[in-house]
C-alpha cells in the first residue's frame, strides 16, 4: 500500500524555536516536496527535492530549509519559526516529474 | 505560465446521483498531464485520477471519470453514483513535463443522503 507519512501531526512551538517537520514514504519515489496549505491560499510550494541531496527552491522557500539524505525521507526545518509560519504543512512524493503527486496526512504546525 | 481555474465554488447534490465538476486551464505547452485531487474534512488530500494530454480516450477510475476536451482546454470529473463520503473539496492539477502542480481554487461538493 503506497504511503507518505509525515511526523508530528501536530505542534505547537514558541516563536524564535526551532523545528523539525519530518516525512517518510515507501514507494522509492525520486521525488519529494513540501507544501503550505493557508485558508485562501490553496497549497503553496517551498520546496521541491529531485533525490538524495539534489534540492530546489519552491515558491515561498524564505525561512525554510530542507534535507534528504534518504531517498525515503525528507525533512523542512525552521530555524527561529515566526507567528506567520502556522500553517498545515503537507509532505509529498512522486515517482518523477509529470506523475500524479502522493500526499502526506500532513502536520498542523502553531507558531505562538 | 500556466493557469487552472475551477469556476464552481460549492455545488450540492443528493445521494446516489452523479455530479460533474468543470475545470479549464491554459498552457503553452503541446505535452501536459491533468490530475483531480480530493481533500476530506480531515484534511487528507487524495489523488484521483489523471488524464495524459496526448490520449484521446478519457480516463476512468472506479466511479470517477474524466470528460477531456482538449479544443476547449478542459477537462470535468464525473462523480458517478455519489456517496455520502464524496463530500469533499476536490482540486484540478496540471503539470507540463516538469515537477511543479498548478492547483484550481477547489470545488467544495455536498453530498445529501
Known amino acids: 500500500d503506497m504511503k507518505v507519512t509525515q511526523m508530528p501531526r501536530y505542534l505547537i512551538k514558541r516563536m524564535g524555536e526551532n523545528v523539525l517537520l519530518e516525512c517518510g514514504q515507501d514507494m522509492s519515489h525520486e521525488t519529494m516536496y513540501w507544501y503550505r496549505q493557508d485558508p485562501g491560499l490553496g497549497l503553496q510550494l517551498i520546496y521541491i527535492s529531485y533525490d538524495v541531496d539534489s534540492n530546489s527552491e519552491g515558491d515561498i522557500p524564505k525561512g525554510y530549509r530542507v534535507s534528504r539524505k534518504k531517498r525515503e525521507h525528507f525533512s523542512l526545518i525552521l530555524d527561529s519559526a515566526k507567528t506567520n509560519q502556522t500553517s498545515v504543512y503537507f509532505c509529498?512524493?512522486?515517482?518523477?516529474?509529470?506523475?500524479?503527486?502522493?500526499f502526506g496526512p500532513g502536520t498542523r504546525l502553531t507558531v505562538l | 505560465a500556466q493557469k487552472v481555474t475551477q469556476t464552481q465554488t460549492s455545488i450540492s447534490v443528493m445521494e446516489k446521483t452523479t455530479v460533474t465538476m468543470d475545470c479549464v486551464y491554459e498552457t503553452q505547452d503541446s505535452s501536459y498531464f491533468l490530475f483531480w485531487y480530493k481533500q476530506t474534512a480531515s484534511g487528507e488530500i487524495v489523488f484521483l485520477i489523471r488524464q495524459d494530454s496526448y490520449k484521446k480516450e478519457n480516463a476512468t477510475v472506479g466511479h470517477y471519470s474524466l470528460n477531456f476536451q482538449k479544443p476547449k482546454s478542459s477537462i470535468g470529473l464525473i462523480i458517478t453514483a455519489t456517496q455520502i463520503e464524496d463530500s469533499a473539496v476536490y482540486f484540478c492539477?496540471?503539470?507540463?513535463?516538469?515537477?511543479?502542480?498548478?492547483f484550481g481554487t477547489g470545488t467544495s461538493l455536498l453530498v445529501d443522503p
Open positions: 509529498a512524493s512522486s515517482l518523477s516529474k509529470g506523475h500524479e503527486q502522493y
Open positions: 492539477a496540471m503539470s507540463n513535463m516538469g515537477y511543479k502542480l498548478t
